[in-house]
């Protein structure tokens, strides 16, 4: 059964860093694309970054040139490297994994504020 954990998140300055991981388990996890979404209260999910087995990175725009995404196979895991930081990256962000269907975790919280 596919597990995904993410952690990380919390409260950070606006124009401040953090590094949200993911550890993956009961999947392999090298074979399949992962990436990062995020919800904030009262819109919808949407795709924050993305990347495919092969190393291939695409990123939401509003993020582009802020954000890294990396994974480590070995390891079973994700990363999102969040920088600069604005008030409108505060979210629940969630860990993705696509196999034949969806897996998500359950989600991490990050709010950006003064």
């Known amino acids: 059964q596919v597990q995904l954990v993410e952690s990380g998140g919390g409260l950070v300055q606006p124009g401040g860093s953090l590094r949200l991981s993911c550890a993956a388990s009961?999947?392999?996890?090298?074979?399949?694309?992962v990436g990062w979404y995020r919800q904030a209260p009262g819109k919808q999910r949407e795709l924050v970054a993305r990347i495919s087995s092969g190393g291939n990175t695409n990123y939401a725009d509003s993020v582009m040139g802020r954000f890294t995404i990396s994974r480590d196979n070995a390891k079973k895991t994700v990363s999102l490297q969040m920088t600069s930081l604005k008030p409108e990256d505060s979210a629940t962000y969630y860990c993705?994994?696509?196999?034949?269907?969806?897996?998500w975790g359950k989600g991490t919280l990050v709010t950006v504020s003064s």
């Open positions: 009961g999947t392999w996890f090298s074979l399949y694309a």
């Open positions: 993705n994994l696509r196999q034949a269907i969806d897996y």
